[in-house]
């Protein structure tokens, strides 16, 4: 949500999909996974072990990695410390998300990689509750089931808590993301009658490209925070876009709040020799229209400040009763970009390649 650090460019697409709340009043952008094999992707995907690994320093590191057929290597990182954090992502070597080290040398330690908080924000203000940003959490591993599982604590403001189960897709060639949100009383807030609802936050750099369908007309709003100006879009091609000019960002901040067209979100990196590379998230989302947000949010958001952005997918606004817990599952698809797919603001080609990932990881 807040403060700044540089790392490499990034551009985000948010696109709908067939598989998650598909909705025919939203932009038809999809693309047959028939024709996946003219992007060249690759059919076969293998594990790579171990899990459990040392590093140089002597660090235990929990990773997990899979190789294509043609020797792409994807590596996902995580850690039970900060809150169970997703430390890190590459592909073909190439790191995707923000790193500890970058938000530390720019002064803002602690922002980085990918979190799980609980939605409203109104709940708990800033900072974060412990229980989900900074807390030691349990972690054990399954390396026949290719899995990676976290277990936090208690937050004593909300009554909140959360586990995650980090795995393997080698047909798919996805790490699949399972987040369970519990309840365990109101905490000191009273707030066990508030609707809650899970939210993803992704940590990259500055010098991107934000862009997601635009929603139907009659539903599609860009909104913000009183505290913070309202990052400016265009709408175009059936997306609405916003370009990240680090020189013209406002130093405190700006924000967006929106529906979007679904919960599919795709980040190209461009790496330090010149190469591009491909993120796409897909998270379970409520159709636009529905008014599943809760209060003062939105289910798609983005914060951006000079030095970083951060897009934030959510899910619908639910009461979570005492004692009672609710799973959400993210997938997430990284390759490199081909060479016909131009990292470029409008580009249909682009769009093609996140959607075809993200429906069907771009196997024929």
Known sequence: MMNAMRVATTIFLVIQGRGIHAQTECPDLTK???????????KVYSFVPPIIRKAQNGEVQYVLEFESDSGEITSFECAAEDGG?????????????????????????????????????????????AAFESANYSIWVDEAAMAISLAGPVDPVTGLSSTKRFSLDLVQGSIVLEYVLSRADG???GSSTVPVAPWEITRVGPGG???????????????????????PTTD??????????????????????????????????????GSWSVLVKSCDAPPPGSGSACAGEGTLEVYAVPDYVEVETQGSCEVLKIGASRTWTCR?????????CKAEVGNSALVGFADCLANCGGVD
């Open 236 to 273: 175009a091609s059936n997306a609405t876009w916003f370009a990240q000019d680090p020189a013209a960002m406002n130093e405190t901040g700006e924000k967006l709040f929106t529906e979007g067209c679904g919960g599919w979100i795709a980040q190209a990196v461009h790496s330090e020799e």
């Open 85 to 129: 954090r997703i430390r890190a992502l590459r592909v073909g070597g190439h790191p995707m998300l923000v790193d500890a080290e970058t938000a530390g040398a720019n002064g803002y330690p602690g922002l980085y990689g990918s979190i799980f908080w609980p939605s409203p924000q109104s709940v708990w203000g800033w900072p974060p509750p």
């Open 332 to 340: 997430w698809y990284a390759r490199d970009l081909p060479s016909s």
């Open 187 to 189: 905490g000191s807030s």
């Open 209 to 231: 490209i934000t862009f997601f369908p635009t929603a139907p007309a009659t539903v599609h709003k860009i909104g913000g925070r009183t505290d913070f100006p309202v990052i």
């Open 32 to 42: 047959s996974c028939s024709t996946c094999a003219d992007y060249g992707q690759s």
